[in-house]
């Protein structure tokens, strides 16, 4: 059975956007998306444009599977973006139900560059434990008669081809 959207009206959203009236616009403050610009990844930049547009179509709750359908990423990726979203800042999830009440914020320029730091630091410890995973798992190639196949023994000379009878 699906769950209605919940429709609770927030006030704590540091007015980061506003509604012009019946079939407005929202915008996002100019000056934040310049700090944002450098620190976030395309992907977690479609997961906030989602919510911001799930926000201004009056949900105020976050719908993992609603996003994911959106940006065409899975609901770990979208956690993942939304964790990167709520250390620039950006966001603050508050539980609520089943779910989490998402509430925008306006960070400034040194809390934005702190969360940047933050996240690139975690990318970086990532991508080494990636990388020293390949390297103890044995591939294909590394083992048995392949190896013999791909490249001879340097020690034993080359064959040489048969007279021709």
């Not at 934040?32 to 992907?43: E, K, Q, S």
């Not at 911001?52 to 990423?73: D, F, R, V």
């Not at 434990?129 to 490249?151: F, I, M, V, W, Y």
Request: glycine fraction near 8%; include cysteine.
């Amino acid at each position: 059975m699906k769950r209605p959207r919940n429709r609770i009206a927030s006030t704590e959203n540091d007015r980061w956007f506003e509604r012009y009236g019946k079939g407005g616009y929202f915008c996002l403050p100019r000056a934040m998306l310049f700090n944002v610009v450098d620190c976030i990844d395309n992907a977690a930049m479609y997961v906030y444009l989602a919510l911001a547009s799930c926000h201004y179509e009056g949900n105020t709750t976050y719908a993992g599977p609603h996003i994911a359908k959106l940006t065409g990423k899975d609901e770990r990726a979208v956690r993942g973006h939304l964790a990167d979203l709520e250390t620039l800042g950006l966001i603050r999830r508050e539980p609520l139900g089943q779910g989490f009440k998402v509430l925008f914020l306006c960070p400034d320029r040194q809390r934005i560059k702190d969360g940047a730091a933050e996240i690139t630091s975690r990318k970086l410890a990532r991508q080494q434990r990636r990388a020293l995973a390949q390297r103890a798992a044995p591939s294909a190639t590394d083992g048995g008669h392949q190896r013999e196949l791909l490249n001879p023994p340097p020690n034993e000379p080359p064959l040489e081809k048969p007279p021709a009878s």
